[in-house]
């Protein structure tokens, strides 16, 4: 077995894919069975392939052999948020549930049946979208 280079011209780019071929005799002659396609694939991994294709076990490549480190400059004053979600009041909203016990109170006053939500877990989404509701305007002033 071997690796075969397959090139490639897709919208005017060269792209380079690897096979991995098995010769076989045939009463026509030799001919190349393709085993796997192995896709675009590095340095490293086109040897991780041939070490194994001949059985080699005694080959471990280090994490950190020949690797390069790979620098990207960022311009700091060109980052900003977007969407941000404020989550710490919902999560403490929902530990105090817990605490008092409502959605185990829930679950047993309001037992599951065919819907893909329970009405136990919706009462508890509704109860801390309304105390949200009403606690943020309060802290925004």
Known sequence: MYLRKINRKKD????????????????????????????????AGRLGIKNAVEGRTDHQ?????????????VNVHGVRTERVRDFGDIWLALQLLKYLGLNAFFRQVLPPGREKVAWAD?????????GVDKVRPALNN
């Open 12 to 43: 005017g780019k060269e792209h380079v894919y690897w096979a991995l071929v098995e010769s076989r005799r045939t009463p026509r002659g030799p001919r190349q069975h393709i085993v796997a396609y192995l896709g675009e694939m590095d340095k």
């Open 61 to 73: 490549e280090d994490l950190f052999d020949d690797q390069e480190p790979e620098w990207v400059e």
């Open 122 to 130: 919706l009462a508890c989404v509704l109860i801390i979208a309304r």
